[in-house]
Structures are given as structure tokens and as C-alpha cells.
T-cell receptor
Framework: AQKVTQAQTEISVVEKEDVTLDCVYE???????LFWYKQPPSGELVFLIRRNSFDEQNEISGRYSWNFQKSTSSFNFTITASQVVDSAVYFC??????????????FGTGTRLKVLA | KAGVTQTPRYLIKTRGQQVTLSCSPI?????VSWYQQTPGQGLQFLFEYFSETQRNKGNFPGRFSGRQFSNSRSEMNVSTLELGDSALYLC??????????FGQGTRLTVV
């Protein structure tokens, strides 16, 4: 069965520390996409990154970086030199094609990150 | 390109009433999904619409229903509101499996 696990419920760090958010997924499909979303207190889920199952290149975008490893079914997210504005709930997600022709999005339970000044 | 628009942003309703929430997807996106998020909970999938048809449904009672119009806009209705229906309702639009884009949500409070 498809599943996304974010084992870290809540993480607290002090500003400027690096922090890694873990994501482990399960799927039988060979073609799928992985995502990270950020949910600030305002509520909207903000799309951060997408990775397809054939692209294991790590990606860096400013202070954010993502490490995708198919061998361990993990898609971890690292924030370097964290800032208070990074405080939010972060969701990892997986999308797979359904037989209905649409796509199923499976979300992890989220990791609440608190960055303390 | 405009994002996903949800209206209203906030609602307060009384137990027993019904409520309708609206979602306008990103232009060109034909798939609209609805999620319920309660405090401390993850995203609970409600249902998905594609080309005016409900394609998938989550494990929610029949009091939760929805529809999609020919312009892909979607509405979600909850009848006979209960206190436990208080939540953030999020709508997401997508064009394929390459990403679901969310609106700001409607925060429903049932008193």
C-alpha cells in the first residue's frame, strides 16, 4: 500500500542551526512524484519542490536542499541556517496514477518545525 | 497566473446548519480535491472531482458532498453541521500527478 511516513512530529531548533526533516515513502509504482509542502500559520499549503521517481539528483534552492534516495525510499529535506520564518508545518507527499485516470496524493502527517530566536 | 481561490476564508455556523464552500482552481486545472484538516491532524482526503464527476471519495459521512461545474469550479457542502466539523477545509487543484496546488483554505467554526 502507498504510504508516506514523517516520523518526526515536532522539531525545535535555535535560529541558524541546520535541520533535516525526514520522509519515508512506500509505493509499488515505478513512476511517481514526491513533494514537500510548507504550511505556515496562515493555513495555506505552499508547494516547495517536486521530484519524479527517475530523477535522484539532489536539489538545492537557497537555504533549502532535498536528498532523494530510492534505495532507502527516502526524500529528506534540509534547511540550512534556519530562520524564525521557517517555523511551519512541513508535509511530504507522494502522487501516483489512479485507475480512474486522475492522480492520488498521499500526504504524511507533517512535521512541525519551531525555530527559536 | 492566478492561484487557487477559496471562499469564504472564515465561517462561523451553528450546529445543525449547513454550509457551502467554494473553490476556483488554477486556470486549466480540471482536477479539484478537498481535504479536511483538524487541529493536530494531518490532511484527511474528502473527495476529488474531475470533469464534473466525482472520481474518488474519502471516508466521510454522507453529510459531506460536493460538485464540480463545467468551468472546473467546485463547491463542497456539509449538511447538519456538528461541532466536530470545525476544521480548516483545503482545496487543491491539479492538472496531473506533477503537483497539487492549494488554496488558502476556509476555516469553519461550528458553535
Amino acid at each position: 500500500a502507498q504510504k508516506v511516513t514523517q516520523a518526526q512530529t515536532e522539531i525545535s531548533v535555535v535560529e541558524k542551526e541546520d535541520v533535516t526533516l525526514d520522509c519515508v515513502y512506500e509505493t509499488r509504482d515505478t513512476t511517481y512524484y514526491l513533494f514537500w509542502y510548507k504550511q505556515p500559520p496562515s493555513g495555506e499549503l505552499v508547494f516547495l519542490i517536486r521530484r519524479n521517481s527517475f530523477d535522484e539528483q539532489n536539489e538545492i534552492s537557497g537555504r533549502y536542499s532535498w536528498n532523494f534516495q530510492k534505495s532507502t525510499s527516502s526524500f529528506n529535506f534540509t534547511i540550512t541556517a534556519s530562520q524564525v520564518v521557517d517555523s511551519a508545518v512541513y508535509f511530504c507527499a507522494l502522487s501516483e496514477p489512479r485507475t480512474s485516470g486522475t492522480y492520488k496524493y498521499i500526504f504524511g502527517t507533517g512535521t512541525r518545525l519551531k525555530v527559536l530566536a | 497566473k492566478a492561484g487557487v481561490t477559496q471562499t469564504p476564508r472564515y465561517l462561523i455556523k451553528t450546529r445543525g446548519q449547513q454550509v457551502t464552500l467554494s473553490c476556483s482552481p488554477i486556470s486549466g486545472h480540471r482536477s479539484v480535491s478537498w481535504y479536511q484538516q483538524t487541529p493536530g491532524q494531518g490532511l484527511q482526503f474528502l473527495f476529488e472531482y474531475f470533469s464534473e464527476t466525482q472520481r474518488n471519495k474519502g471516508n466521510f459521512p454522507g453529510r459531506f458532498s460536493g460538485r464540480q461545474f463545467s468551468n472546473s469550479r467546485s463547491e463542497m457542502n456539509v449538511s447538519t453541521l456538528e461541532l466536530g466539523d470545525s476544521a480548516l477545509y483545503l482545496c487543491a487543484s491539479s492538472i496531473s500527478g506533477t503537483g497539487a496546488f492549494f488554496g488558502q483554505g476556509t476555516r469553519l467554526t461550528v458553535v
